[in-house]
């Protein structure tokens, strides 16, 4: 079992940042897989970014490249995502998710957190 607690979200003006972070609580944290997923109101459940449990890859949506990054520090069984050069259509609920190895789609979710960029 692999419990996820997001953290981190709020209100940002457009061109601001925020950095998201995800704790897991588990004891195998550096053989779990981590994503971000988001949801916009009235939008399905999007894939934002997504890092191995290696963290030697990592994959974002075309619409964060170059603006977000994901990130992991086993040492502190947190995950990140660095959000730079936020806009409006950015806003959305934050969920963290993960799963065991190579497993896709993930297996475990975290509640989420809000992110609002104002214009």
């Known amino acids: 079992q692999v419990q996820l607690v997001e953290s981190g979200g709020g209100l940002v003006q457009a061109g601001g940042s925020l950095t998201l972070s995800c704790v897991a609580s588990?004891?195998?944290?550096?053989?779990?897989?981590f994503a971000w997923f988001r949801q916009a109101p009235g939008k399905e459940r999007e894939l934002v970014a997504r890092?191995?449990?290696?963290?030697?890859?990592?994959a974002y949506a075309d619409s964060v490249k170059g603006r977000f990054t994901i990130s992991r520090d086993n040492a502190k069984n947190t995950v990140y995502l660095q959000m730079n050069s936020l806009k409006p259509e950015d806003t959305a609920v934050y969920y963290c998710a993960a799963g065991v190895g190579e497993s896709w789609p993930p297996t475990y979710w975290g509640q989420g957190t809000q992110v609002t960029v104002s214009s």
């Open positions: 890092i191995t449990w290696r963290g030697d890859w990592t």
């Open positions: 588990v004891r195998t944290f550096s053989s779990i897989g």
